[in-house]
């Protein structure tokens, strides 16, 4: 009987969307695209491998193309120049995001600053993350902690030697490490900082996968009440694990600075919880800091800065060991600025033009927010010559422009001397090259993503030699996902190319 009543709700829904569709005719079309079925539309087509399908789909239908994914509308744009409208012309309007049921089960997942509405809140977070947080001042400032944990995890590495390694586990081991030392390194200690970053381990784990899994309520806007999956509710039981995680935190950092009479190693939740107070303190304050744009910033770091450069890193060392003339260079690179007798500092970067072109190359090919996180358009609005319906879910299909054989020479292959003399603006002006997105919405993270994708990928080259095991092969196919990742992870053997143990200590 149940199952009676979905269906008779699932097809009122659909003939009441038809008959809406019909009498809201434009003058501009909706973007060409292939049929669906009724109620459930282009769903059951769906290839799991999201971009690559998509790309396909734009050779038959074009630049900008529509699928109707139950009665949400969904548009996909795979051109510079259509990323161009989208990102640049109509940027105020495509400013929003399209929500995912899921991520409303957070109590703060509307207050952080991927998913906040384009508007006064989200012009403060943005403002807090770019000036106060990941500005080149307060990045400088942190560096201790980023070089701390990069050389931890080259001394650990080193101690398996000839052993194999999972790259990808232990760049993810060291990212996460980086960023919660940066949070809150002066605020937890000891064995407490240890405990506290496996939790989070575990916690970014089930968030991501969470984020990643098909999910009805957000095809069936209508349905989202009903929550069929349970994914909403195993959301809120990841929420509370947050909170109890932010609550003992911040608990430490309170105590931290009253014993130590409001003076202590600055962090970013310090710099925080010091805005907060400002802005509780202050009358000319319209969008004051609250302790849920805290939690919800500290949620964007951990779950923002962790996959994303990890799988960054991981990806690149496997293009080079499979173009042992690539790796050869970027040492070769290394060792005349750095020496075989030290180890790789931050400072040393700008110096290393040919590694630089490596990074870039790898967010060329493999760029780890494959489809970006979804615009929505906050009114109709024609692009293209067609028209983007409000509420609409936009992809804008990075991959597929960034591997566009019109734009790029061998675009599948990995190529790094093409961002070689100064070429590869990734800022968001040149929309054939969009790895980090581009307009209002472009990521705040770009100067901490540079600076710790290149540190460690430069340390983890630099330190050692790599090969696979005896018998193995290399897989360069990719898994999409929230995250785009390798789909075979990386296992490889570390041997040591400094000159004495006593470096690597």
């Given amino acids: 009987m149940a199952i009676m009543y979905v269906i008779i709700i699932l097809t009122l829904i659909w003939y009441s969307w038809f008959l809406f569709k019909y009498f809201t005719r434009s003058q501009h079309p909706m973007p060409p695209g292939p049929r669906g079925l009724p109620i459930v539309g282009n769903l059951p087509y769906l290839d799991p491998e999201l971009h690559s399908y998509f790309m396909r789909l734009a050779r038959i239908y074009g630049p900008i193309l529509s699928l109707n994914l139950g009665t949400k509308k969904a548009v996909v744009i795979s051109s510079p120049a259509m990323a161009r ?15 995912p049921s899921v991520n409303t089960a957070m109590e703060y997942s509307e207050h952080d600053i991927v998913f906040t509405p384009y508007g006064p809140e989200w012009r ?14 307060t990045l400088d400032a942190f560096y201790s902690y980023r070089r701390h944990e990069v050389r931890s995890t080259i001394k650990y590495i080193y101690s398996l030697s000839g052993s194999p390694v999972n790259v990808g586990e232990q760049m993810f081991l060291n990212m996460l490490n980086v960023v919660t030392n940066m949070l809150w390194g002066g605020s937890v200690k000891g064995n407490d900082r240890a405990s506290i970053g496996a939790e989070f381990r575990q916690v970014v784990s089930e968030i991501t996968e969470l984020l990643g899994k098909p999910n009805v309520s957000d095809f069936f806007p209508g349905l989202a009440w009903l929550d069929l999956q349970g994914l909403k509710k195993k959301m809120k039981k990841v929420t509370v694990k947050l909170e109890r995680l932010f609550d003992e935190i911040i608990e430490q950092r309170v105590k931290l600075s009253r014993s130590n009479g409001g003076e202590m190693k600055r962090d970013f939740l310090q710099v925080l919880m010091q805005l907060k107070d400002e802005g509780k303190d202050s009358e000319t304050s319209k969008t004051p800091l609250t302790m849920l744009h805290v939690k919800a910033l500290l949620v964007d770091m951990v779950v923002g800065g962790t996959d994303t450069t990890s799988s960054t890193v991981e990806f690149a060392l496997a293009e080079m ?5 690539i790796m050869i260079k970027a040492q070769q690179e290394l060792d005349s600025v750095v020496g075989k007798n030290s180890m790789v500092e931050e400072s040393h970067i700008d110096k290393l033009p040919y590694l630089q072109a490596v990074m870039k190359e ?29 509420g609409a879910r936009v992809f804008v299909n990075v991959w597929a422009i960034q591997r566009d054989a019109s734009i790029w020479e061998r675009p599948n292959e990995f190529v790094p001397e093409r961002f070689l003399n100064g070429k590869g603006d990734y800022s968001g002006n040149d929309f054939s090259y969009i790895p980090f997105g581009s307009g209002r919405r472009i990521c705040a993270g770009i100067p901490m993503a540079e600076r710790v994708v290149a540190f460690s990928l430069a340390s983890l080259v630099h330190s050692f030699n790599w090969k696979l095991a005896e018998g193995d092969s290399l897989d360069l196919n990719e898994k999409f996902g929230i995250v785009l990742k390798k789909r075979v992870p ?16």
């Fill in 490 to 505: 990386l296992i490889a053997i570390p041997t040591p190319r400094l000159l004495g143990a006593a470096v690597y200590e």
């Fill in 124 to 137: 403060m977070l943005r403002k807090v993350c770019v000036r106060d947080m990941l500005g080149n001042a």
């Fill in 362 to 390: 790898i967010l060329r090919l493999h760029p780890v927010l494959p489809l970006m996180v979804p615009h929505c358009p906050s009114k109709p609005c024609i692009v293209g010559g067609y028209t983007v319906p409000k």
């Fill in 321 to 325: 060991m499979n173009n042992p003339q």
């Fill in 85 to 99: 409208e989208v990102l640049k012309e109509h940027d105020v309007t495509f400013a929003n995001r399209d929500i």
